[in-house]
């Protein structure tokens, strides 16, 4: 089974950075993308940013451009995100996810890890 371990999170005050971590283990074989979501209570899943793991391409949510930043270290075997700039709506459960068969679209992520809290205060 693939595994997914988030960490990094924490609590910062609004203007500060964080840096999340996401280590993969299990894989018989390259994911075609990693992403990241999160999820803030009473609120649905949202992603946030993605990267596809060959080319290196990225995708950010409109909300999170310019001020996060993801990641990957294929020595390490772990992808990053790197955010910066943090505001309090970016108060969320962090979850890493991997995607095999398909696209850095959210219906496409096979496996996820269990989320890290990040909050953020004013």
């Known amino acids: 089974q693939v595994q997914l371990v988030e960490s990094g999170g924490g609590s910062v005050q609004a203007g500060g950075s964080l840096t999340l971590s996401c280590a993969a283990s299990?894989?018989?074989?390259?994911?075609?993308?990693m992403g990241w979501f999160r999820q803030a209570p009473g609120k649905e899943r949202e992603g946030v940013a993605g990267i596809y793991t060959v080319a290196g391409r990225t995708y950010y949510a409109d909300s999170v451009k310019g001020r996060f930043t993801i990641s990957q270290d294929n020595a390490k075997n772990t992808v990053y995100l790197q955010m910066n700039s943090l505001k309090p709506e970016d108060t969320a459960m962090y979850y890493c996810a991997a995607s095999y068969g398909g696209t850095c679209r959210q219906a496409d992520f096979d496996y996820w890890g269990q989320g890290t809290q990040v909050t953020v205060s004013s």
């Open positions: 299990g894989y018989t074989y390259s994911s075609n993308c």
